[in-house]
């Protein structure tokens, strides 16, 4: 589904992506790890078109993605999400959706009980829990047209009731047909819903493999803790 | 008298309703202060004037100081998307310095300082002039109207509240904020022209900071992004203006004196309420 | 080279400093504010009035008239700040409606002072005592040569203040980083005021010097930070040295400029290079980062 070749970035003499390379297969949910600095923000600012890579390429199924703007990845079939959510606060929900794709409220609904968020959609976004933000988010990502799903760090502030909401949405989500790629810092969240684990360290990817493979490698261990 | 008197506030009324509405599309909307605004309208004046003065018809002198100025506020724009933060507001300061230099210096076309007198009248009537420019401000609320409730205009709003979210949903931010400024500077230089052919006047003054000042009181006062706040924004400067008419002050002192009543009142909005009457944003 | 060379440099040198010296109190401010401190040029215009006031109505020595006036000027900057600045940063005004604000309290000065002095040029009284040096290459008058060495002075003791007392070292931590200042116990009220009175002080002396050079209208507070501005922008915006060299360079590139092209043209000079930096090199000569929304 999508593919990072060589991919790097520097910025101002550091190097953020130092020859990173990956693949996320077709539906799949695969999990993109590491410790703080590794990079990983920065590679999903380079997937979605935010940062513009020094080196390298990103496919997305046949399409070369690598130098165009936002939108234009958004439109060959990108959603993202963000860290700290980016709703649109001072919009109801149902304009939030409504940038996403122009709907009727039926599906509108549909994609609210998708992620489990039981709101009128004429609540100002503003309104709504931290948490409930996120699911709108995510929401809004899921609603437009889209192939792959890359959210980042889906569970960061949220109660642990809406962490497991999460989980749920996700595995549901995969069964529908979605692909998703996530940065993750939970372990738990990530072994639990992971078909695959890329682990990022300096800007390339250090090891990839099952949950299970990972949890138990000598060298993941040694890059979190530090030798 | 009082009849020609009211006939002329409504027909300054109109013309200022349509600066501020193209003032609040473009502030409205994309959260930025365009502090050069009174530079389109000064140029659809000077263009109108020029034209008109050259023996043009007014209607496609109208047409063009329109045209001109959106064709200006798209190279702005064009110039200005990239930048964030106090770099906007600095180069839409420097349009105004600009605008002023120039005009006061290319004096083969704008007479410089001097101004350009005797600006022909569209329509000879002064009840019907109102009534034109009464139509065309109408024209215009209903345009602000439909747009801020579109599909476009909830773009534009989501534009103002999270650029980078709006683009990563897929759409082409660049464009719709072209689009924007497009549409905001062509009313704005319509206005400047309309404004010429009433006052048959212009000159480098209307670049001033100081004719600046006034639109900002009834954007500000009136409150941003809403259609409401800018109608009575604006009838709130010419009743204030109005109510200071009655004040005995001494015939040279009565500008400054009308300048610093607004001006109090402005600041006082400033500071205690930035979001104006009715405003649905903050500045 | 034109033999007229030398002259047109040391006019230039002569407006740099002016313009220097009023660039710098307003780039100190939006340092350590971080706002476009429009209402620097109300400042400049107000003490360049009470200096007419106090020489020229009121017949004081000149010493006293200068000394009252900055006076005046630090009075004006502390009612603006407690009156205005200081309530917008309680009510978490943006940068962008505290600059609006600015702008109305130097238009607001500006009607002041038509309303109160009139509208014709005035001139002080201390310029009919002027005194000119020929040294062949070049004249220059016993003002302008108190204007250079003034704003010499102002400037070595700005760079004093900011680099070698606690003082500067506390505007500098605030303007570095607000929050982390306060918890090493810096009080930014305190800072900020002190900061107002420094730049009304280069200001007030800016506007005596101005009124001097030139004469005094009502408008000039409005045309004098506008250029002020615009040697800060080309200098670097965020940075006090920047003003500086940006003002000395806007003056020195007006006056040799004014070789080539006619008089008239001075000003769209400034202008026009002030907006190929903005094109080309926003964060000027010196290169400083500025506020960015992102």
Redesign the interface.
């Known amino acids: 589904m999508l593919s990072l070749h060589n991919v790097t970035k520097n910025f101002g003499g550091i190097k953020a992506v130092d020859g990173c390379s990956f693949e996320v297969k077709n539906n799949t949910i695969t999990s993109l790890i590491g410790p703080n600095g590794a990079g990983k923000t920065t590679v999903f600012n380079i997937i979605s078109g935010l940062t513009k890579p020094d080196g390298g390429s990103i496919k997305l199924l046949d399409k070369d993605i690598t130098n165009l703007p936002p939108y234009k990845i958004a439109q060959s079939g990108i959603s993202r999400t963000f860290q700290l959510t980016k709703i649109f606060r001072n919009m109801t929900i149902k304009d939030n959706l409504l940038i996403a794709k122009k709907t009727d409220d039926e599906e509108m609904k549909k994609a609210l009980a998708r992620v489990h968020l039981h709101k009128s959609l004429d609540t100002i976004a503003s309104e709504l829990s931290y948490g409930q933000q996120r699911l709108l988010e995510i929401a809004r990502a899921v609603l437009r047209e889209h192939k792959l799903l890359v959210l980042d760090e889906p569970t960061t502030g949220v109660n642990p009731k809406v962490r497991h909401e999460l989980k749920v949405i996700l595995r549901e989500l995969k069964k529908a047909g979605n692909t998703v790629l996530l940065i993750e810092h939970d372990m738990e969240f990530v072994m639990d819903i992971s078909d695959e684990v890329i682990v990022l360290t300096e800007g390339k990817v250090l090891k990839r493999g099952k949950p299970k493979d990972i949890v138990k490698d000598k060298e993941v261990l040694e890059a979190y803790l530090g030798k | 008298m009082i009849h020609d008197f009211f006939i002329q506030e409504f027909t300054f009324f109109f013309i200022y309703l349509i600066i501020v509405l193209s003032f609040n599309l473009a502030v409205g909307f994309t959260g ?2 365009n502090l050069g605004h009174m530079v389109f309208v000064g140029v659809g004046a000077y263009v109108s004037a020029i034209l008109t003065l050259g023996g043009m018809q007014w209607y496609f002198a109208l047409l063009l100081a329109g045209l001109i100025s959106a064709a200006l506020g798209i190279l702005m724009a064009a ?1 200005t998307s990239r ?5 906007f ?3 839409t ?2 349009v105004i ?2 605008a ?3 005009s ?2 290319w ?1 083969s076309l704008t007479r ?1 300082a001097l101004g350009l007198p005797g600006i022909p009248d569209i329509i000879k009537s002064n009840f019907y002039y109102m009534a034109f420019v009464g139509i065309v401000s109408v024209l215009f609320v209903l345009l602000f109207h439909w747009l801020v409730n579109s599909e476009t205009g909830k773009i534009f709003q989501a534009i103002r509240d999270d650029e980078t979210a709006t683009a990563v949903l897929g759409k082409n931010t660049y464009f719709y904020k072209i689009f924007l400024m497009a549409i905001s500077t062509f009313f704005a230089g319509i206005a400047g022209s309309l404004m010429a052919h009433q006052i048959n006047f212009i000159d480098p003054s209307i670049f001033d ?2 004719q600046f ?1 006034i639109i ?1 009181f009834m954007l ?1 006062v009136g409150g941003l992004a809403s259609i409401k706040g800018t109608i009575i924004g604006t009838l709130l400067l010419f009743v204030v203006i109005d109510a200071l008419r009655f004040l005995v002050v001494a015939p ?2 009565i ?3 009308r ?2 009543s607004l ?2 009142i ?2 006082v909005v ?3 309420r ?1 979001r104006g009457l009715f405003g649905r944003v ?2 | 080279m034109p033999s007229i060379l030398p002259q047109l440099v040391v006019n230039g040198l002569i407006a740099g400093s002016i313009y220097a010296l009023a660039a710098c109190g307003f780039a100190l401010v939006y340092y350590v504010l971080k706002f ?1 401190y429009f209402s620097h040029g109300a400042i400049i215009s107000t003490a360049a009035y009470m200096s007419f006031l106090f020489l020229n109505l009121m017949g004081l020595n000149y010493v006293l008239a200068g000394i009252l006036a900055i006076i005046v000027s630090l009075i004006a900057v502390l009612l603006s700040n407690w009156l ?1 600045y200081r ?2 940063r309680k ?1 978490k ?5 505290t ?3 600015s ?6 000065t500006s ?2 002072l ?2 109160l002095f ?1 509208s014709s040029t005035k001139t002080l009284a201390l310029s009919n005592k002027n005194v000119t040096f020929d040294w062949g290459i070049f004249t220059i008058t016993a003002i302008q040569i108190s204007i250079l060495i003034l704003t010499l002075v102002l400037f070595f003791l700005l760079w004093l203040v900011m680099k070698k007392t606690r003082l500067g070292k506390a505007m500098r931590a605030i303007a570095d980083n607000k929050d982390v200042a306060q918890i090493v116990g810096i009080n930014p009220e305190k800072i900020y005021s002190y900061t107002f009175i420094i730049s009304a002080v280069l200001g007030g002396v800016s506007g005596i010097l101005i009124g001097l050079e030139q004469n005094l209208y009502p408008r000039m507070g ?1 045309m004098i930070i ?1 250029k002020g ?2 040697g800060s ?1 080309i200098g670097g ?1 965020g940075s006090v040295p920047g003003s500086i060299i940006g003002g000395l360079f806007i003056g020195l590139i007006e006056n040799i400029g004014v070789w080539f092209l006619p008089t ?2 001075k ?2 000079i400034s ?2 290079i ?2 190929l930096f ?2 080309f090199r ?1 964060q000027g000569i010196l290169g400083v980062k ?5």
């Open positions: 930025m202060v110039v930048l964030k933060g106090d770099y507001q600095i180069v300061l420097g310095f600009i002023i230099a120039v006061r210096n004096v410089g900071l100081e000042i900002l500000i040279e002192i500008g400054p004196v300048q610093m001006l109090i402005l600041l400033l500071i205690f930035p903050d500045v | 476009q205005v309530p917008m009510r005004a943006t940068p962008t409606t600059l609006i604000a702008i109305v309290l130097l238009i607001f009607s002041l038509l309303a009139g409005v506008i501005f615009i922008v915006l008239g043209y000003d769209v202008f026009s002030m907006l903005l094109i926003p500025m506020r960015d929304d992102s």
